[in-house]
C-alpha cells in the first residue's frame, strides 16, 4: 500500500509537467542569452547594463529565476520524501529550504529590477 507522504495533495503528474515547463523557460533563456553573446560587438558593463534594461529581458529573467528554483524545489522535495522517513525533520528541512528560495527570489527580483 502506498502511503501519503505528507504530499499537500500534489500529483505525480503536476510535479512532471511543471518540471518539464521549466525546463523549457531555462533552456529559451540560454538561447535567448547565448544569442545575445553571438551578436554582440563587444561585451563590456555597459552592454550588458542596456541589454538588461529592457523589458523583454528583465521578465524573462525573473521567468527563468522562478523557473529554477521551482524546479530546485520540486527536486529536493523529492528528494526528502524518499529518503527523510521522520515527518518532524523532513518539515524543519523543507522550512529552511523554503525559506532560502524565497529569500533567493526576492534578492534576484531586487538585482533584475534594480533595487
Known amino acids: 500500500m502506498v502511503n ?6 500534489r500529483k505525480g503528474i503536476q510535479d512532471w509537467l511543471i518540471l518539464r515547463i521549466a525546463a523549457i523557460i531555462i ?3 540560454i538561447i535567448y542569452i547565448c544569442t545575445f ?26 521567468l527563468m529565476i522562478l523557473s529554477v528554483l521551482i524546479h530546485g524545489w520540486i527536486g529536493v522535495w ?13 518539515l524543519i ?3 529552511i529550504i523554503i525559506l532560502g528560495l524565497i529569500s533567493y527570489a526576492i534578492y534576484g527580483f531586487i538585482i533584475v529590477c534594480g533595487g
Open 37 to 62: 553573446l553571438i551578436h554582440v560587438d563587444e561585451l563590456n558593463y555597459y552592454t550588458w547594463h542596456n541589454f538588461f534594461q529592457h523589458t523583454v529581458t528583465k521578465i524573462f529573467t525573473m
Open 27 to 29: 533552456f529559451l533563456y
Open 4 to 9: 501519503n507522504t505528507f504530499a499537500l495533495s
Open 78 to 90: 523529492q528528494v526528502l520524501t524518499d529518503y527523510v522517513k521522520l515527518v518532524f525533520l523532513r
Open 93 to 95: 528541512i523543507q522550512l
